[in-house]
Every structure is written in C-alpha cells, then in structure tokens.
C-alpha cells in the first residue's frame, strides 16, 4: 500500500490510497468502545482530542488526488461544539450560545401555570441546591458550602463590579425583547443589586457600557476589556457579577416565563447562576472558587426567598469569569418578564449577595 503525504495548515497529513475494509473497522471500533467502557479514563485534553478525530475522519479513502482546503474544525464544528481549542474560537461559541438563543432546561412545574398566548408563566425553581452540570464536573453542594471565600467588603472600598455582556437584554415591554434603553433593560437590574449593596455598605461599581454594541458577536472580549480596565482602576475589587436576562422557548413555540410569588405576595423573576469552568482548557484555576460563592447565595435565597432560584447551570465555557475569585452570570427572569419583575429579583439577590459577603 503507497502512501502520499500532504501539507494539512502546518500539520502533515498522511493520506493513504485505500482504506482499511469497513468489516474490520466495525469489528476494530466495536473492541475499543468494550475496552473503554471497562477502564477508567484519564482527563484527555481537547486539542489532542480534536487532532484525533480529524485525522481519523482524513483517513478514510480519500483519493489520491483530493484537494484538502479544510481545517479539523470544519469537519468537527457542526457536530461536536464542546470541542475547541483556542480562547478565540470560545468566546465566538460564547457569544454565539450565550445570549438570546440559547435554551434552558426546564424542570417540572411545582405550581398551576398559567398560559396567556404563547406564554406559559410557571414555577421552574428548585427546593434545594441543585446543578445543571453540562460538563460533567465532580461537584458537592455540602462541599461547596464549606469553601472560604476570604472576600473583605467593609472597609467602604469598591469590591464589586457589575457590568452587563448582553447590555441590551430586555423584558417583556421592549420588542423582541431588546432595548437600549437602561431603565428598561438588564441595567435596571444591576442598579437594584447594586442599590442592595451600597444599603449593606458594599461599594460597587456599576459599568453601563455597551458591551453588545456595535457587534453582538464580539460582546464577552469587549466585556473582558471592561473587566479588566475596572480592575486597573479599581485593585480593591473581588466580585464582578454579569447581570443578563435568559431566554426559555419550548419546541411548540411556547415562551416560559419563569415566576416566583414572594413572601410580600409580590411577582418576581425566578433567577440562575451560570458558572463557568475549565473544561474547555481555558485559563480558569478558580472557577470552583467561584461556584462556590454562587451556591452560598443560593443557598441564602434559599432562606430568605425560597423559589426565587432555578438549578445553577455549570458550563463548559469560561464566560470571563478568570478575571477574579469571585465572578458569576446571574440570569435574571426571561424576555417575557416584566422589567419590574426583574428589578424586585434584583433587590433580592443583592441583598442575598451581601448578606453572604459580611458573612465572610
């Protein structure tokens, strides 16, 4: 069997005239699935994941004269969309997967809801502390809520920053649900948390800048350029919240508006935590830090406002919260929200927040 080689964007490639026959490859892949379904396996990391997987894809009777004009990502992309290796190609799939077009798990409903139009207004919350954990991460909730977060807010200094990825983010009173106007969109929440906080003697600094404008698509890198100029400005600071509004359509077009009634008898938007990881091999050696700051909140909510929180949603991606011990997406209510909805939800996390910050 000849064998050609060719240039593959600075990887050499071998190509061979015929293939291996398919019997034997079956038989081959049907021996390495029953071998690996009865070892324990290693953290393998993504790169050499997605430099395996190309090449297996190449070898497979490609004509001599095939005129390769494709990367490995372009034959993986479609398909397997955890698998990135580069800090740019993640916060393009961030930014892609992050924001108004991405859907939430939805967990039975706990109360009647109420359908008006296509907008079913229910109870998505959860009794306990609980995780959507999409990467598959080891985690305990016990454990979790044993973690020193070593956070000091009373000395009056700013310690919090909070800024908005998805700036114009709206609810229920601007169309589609987008708006850039700030007494309508998530910067109206930020101002409540941040009203909570400055009330607990916190400071914050609130960072109003649009971060999604003029591109959506590059929102997370002009949000880390925010972050990070505060923190220059800033060293004091040790918390950076990233307030959004979520975004729940089911398969019959149906939009969840996710509601919790206080004990005041007030409506207010049901809220998640979203905590990056390292799963994508991306620089985040704290990211179990940070879950852990976002589940003493929970767990407060738990308390004080007991529905107000759905599952903490564990990702893949890392979402800029690198930047400090102490970074989290709060997801507040849906685009079919009220904005004032979202602003009480505001107040009650801020609150929360606090409450867990003088407790350190």
């Given at each position: 069997?000849?064998r050609?080689?060719?240039?593959?964007?600075?990887?050499?490639?071998?190509?061979?005239?015929?293939?291996?026959?398919?019997?034997?490859?079956?038989?081959?892949?049907?021996?390495?699935?029953?071998?690996?379904?009865t070892m324990?396996?290693?953290?393998i990391?993504?790169?050499?994941?997605?430099?395996?997987l190309?090449q297996?894809?190449?070898?497979?009777h490609?004509?001599?004269?095939?005129?390769?004009?494709?990367?490995?990502?372009?034959?993986?992309?479609?398909?397997?969309?955890?698998?990135?290796?580069?800090?740019?190609?993640?916060?393009?799939?961030?930014?892609?997967y992050?924001g108004?077009?991405?859907?939430?798990?939805?967990?039975?409903e706990?109360?009647?809801?109420v359908?008006?139009?296509?907008?079913?207004?229910?109870?998505?919350?959860?009794?306990?502390?609980t995780?959507?954990n999409?990467?598959?991460?080891?985690?305990?909730?016990?454990?979790?809520?044993?973690?020193?977060?070593?956070?000091?807010?009373q000395?009056?200094?700013p310690?919090?920053?909070?800024?908005?990825?998805?700036?114009?983010?709206?609810?229920?009173?601007?169309?589609d649900?987008?708006?850039?106007?700030?007494?309508?969109?998530?910067?109206?929440?930020?101002?409540?948390?941040k009203?909570?906080?400055n009330?607990?003697g916190?400071?914050?600094?609130?960072?109003t800048?649009?971060?999604?404008?003029?591109s959506?698509?590059q929102?997370?890198?002009?949000?880390l350029?925010v972050?990070?100029?505060?923190?220059?400005?800033?060293?004091?600071?040790e918390?950076?919240?990233?307030?959004?509004?979520?975004?729940?359509k089911?398969?019959?077009?149906?939009l969840?508006?996710?509601t919790?009634v206080?004990?005041?008898?007030?409506?207010?938007?049901?809220?998640?935590f979203?905590?990056?990881?390292?799963?994508m091999?991306?620089?985040?050696?704290?990211w179990?830090?940070n879950?852990a700051?976002?589940t003493?909140i929970?767990?407060?909510?738990?308390?004080?406002q007991?529905?107000?929180?759905?599952?903490?949603?564990?990702?893949?991606e890392?979402?800029?919260?690198?930047?400090?011990k102490g970074?989290?997406i709060?997801?507040?209510?849906?685009?079919?929200?009220?904005v004032?909805?979202?602003?009480?939800s505001?107040?009650?996390?801020?609150?929360?927040?606090?409450?867990v910050?003088k407790?350190?």
């Amino acid at each position: 069997m000849r064998r050609r080689t060719k240039r593959f964007r600075g990887h050499v490639v071998s190509v061979r005239r015929s293939g291996i026959p398919f019997t034997g490859l079956v038989l081959l892949l049907v021996i390495c699935i029953y071998l690996l379904s009865t070892m324990p396996m290693p953290k393998i990391p993504s790169g050499f994941l997605l430099n395996s997987l190309s090449q297996t894809v190449l070898a497979f009777h490609l004509p001599e004269e095939t005129s390769i004009k494709f990367s490995p990502y372009d034959i993986l992309e479609d398909s397997i969309l955890s698998i990135k290796a580069s800090d740019v190609m993640q916060k393009k799939y961030a930014a892609k997967y992050g924001g108004i077009f991405k859907k939430s798990v939805i967990k039975a409903e706990k109360t009647d809801p109420v359908l008006q139009g296509n907008v079913l207004e229910a109870d998505v919350s959860t009794d306990s502390i609980t995780f959507i954990n999409t990467p598959a991460v080891s985690v305990s909730a016990d454990a979790l809520l044993q973690t020193p977060l070593g956070v000091y807010p009373q000395d009056g200094a700013p310690r919090v920053l909070i800024i908005h990825t998805h700036t114009s983010e709206a609810y229920a009173e601007s169309p589609d649900a987008r708006s850039e106007d700030p007494s309508k969109n998530v910067v109206a929440v930020g101002n409540e948390i941040k009203k909570a906080l400055n009330a607990a003697g916190i400071g914050v600094i609130h960072d109003t800048t649009q971060n999604d404008n003029p591109s959506y698509n590059q929102s997370y890198k002009k949000a880390l350029s925010v972050i990070e100029k505060n923190l220059a400005a800033h060293p004091t600071i040790e918390v950076v919240l990233d307030i959004h509004r979520d975004y729940i359509k089911r398969d019959d077009g149906t939009l969840v508006k996710p509601t919790v009634v206080t004990k005041n008898g007030e409506k207010a938007a049901q809220i998640m935590f979203v905590m990056g990881t390292d799963s994508m091999d991306l620089y985040h050696p704290n990211w179990r830090h940070n879950l852990a700051f976002a589940t003493k909140i929970q767990n407060k909510l738990l308390s004080t406002q007991p529905g107000l929180c759905r599952s903490i949603n564990i990702r893949t991606e890392r979402f800029n919260q690198h930047a400090t011990k102490g970074s989290m997406i709060i997801e507040v209510g849906t685009g079919v929200n009220t904005v004032e909805e979202a602003k009480l939800s505001g107040k009650l996390t801020g609150e929360a927040i606090a409450a867990v910050l003088k407790a350190q």
